[in-house]
């Protein structure tokens, strides 16, 4: 199985698309991009130094672009790539990202959602000095009593011994003064607390422009990094979009659904690396592809072909299909037969692990066509487990 990966905020460096505007289909792709969102793309991601391209307002629009014309260029018949992708998933702002090649939101909508989202998040950090420390190693029990006592927040979860602590410069102080045993500390150059309480401004901020987009249900596995479910529905994944700006990325349980989905392959969009890195570490025998410039295109087309295989999800309009959103026993909720009409937001039923327990919503309600698995059958993320014709179609 292949999944496709991309980056969040960190990951850009000076110059990194320096080589990929040598290609003029790319370079013309970049340009829309840098018009609908107002940025000029191309100036940032080849001429701009590393402390303008760490602004967060520039940043964000800059790694969501560079991964979506870059998906391009590998895929450019897009609709053959559905055939062969498993699932994807985005490291906080690469959400967005992923959201996008899953075809939940079109570019532009992207490109004007990532550009709120950058400014809004720079306007909340602004607000109050605040900051990120990564906390590498340590007992993990130690270094989360470690992080509550000094009142931070464990913004990014990457597992493998890689947290990430947020919360107010004097907050980061004291840890720096009294941090967890065998751990170590190492300061991000970042504008504020992402992923915390002190990006709720920006939350607010998205929210609102939220109600305005229209969503499509995904047309591969979507593995969320809020709690590393599997979301199918549009809405979902746009809502966990909006909400995931001020809640802890859960890149450690993203890497458990895909190791639940026995996955084969990852291979992260530009500028490629640490998703990567972190999958080395985390599942041992995946194999990883690190697109970092478009000499590797050919190499990670045969990757892509190594590991591709047919995905289960399907955009047929004339129905919808709830899927599994963990890896789990699935129990029915009750007596719901072929034919049995369904309101919205109605449970069909839960999928039951060690984590907890997971509701199944149908969140457009509809008819059910067809039952694909029965009470107390085992499920792995993103299983169809019903067929639905939707309300009102």
Known sequence: ???????????????????????????????????????????????????????????????????????????????????????????????????????????????????????????????????????????????????????????????????VAAGTLEQLQALANNPPAKARLMPLSVAGAFHTSHMRPAVDVLARLARAIYTHDTRTRLISNRDGQVVHSGRDVLARMVSQVSSPVRWDLCLQTMRDLDVTGILEMPPAGTLTSIAKRQLKGVDTFALKTPDQLDDARAFADKHGETTPMDSSPTWRMLVSPAKGTFRQTAELPQGARLTAGVAVGEVANLRGTTAVLAPHGGTIVEWIVEDRDLVSPGQPLVRLHPEGE
């Open 1 to 163: 199985m292949l999944v496709i990966v991309a980056p969040g905020q960190g990951a850009q460096t000076p110059g990194f698309l320096t080589p990929w505007l040598e290609d003029p289909h790319f370079a013309d792709r970049l340009n829309w991009l840098s018009a609908v969102s107002g940025i000029d793309l191309a100036h940032y991601g080849t001429e701009a130094d590393a402390d303008t391209i760490r602004d967060t307002a520039i940043a964000q629009p800059l790694l969501v672009a560079s991964s979506l014309v870059a998906a391009l260029s590998l895929f450019p018949h897009p609709a053959d790539a559905f055939r062969r992708i498993g699932a994807v998933a985005g490291h906080s702002v690469g959400e967005i990202a992923a959201a996008t090649g899953a075809g939940v939101i079109t570019a532009e909508q992207a490109m004007v959602f990532v550009r709120e989202r950058g400014r809004a998040m720079a306007a909340a950090s602004a607000a109050t000095p605040t900051g990120m420390t990564a906390v590498l190693g340590g007992e993990r029990t130690e270094v989360l009593d470690a992080l509550e006592r000094h009142g931070l927040t464990p913004a990014n979860d990457n597992g493998a011994g890689q947290l």
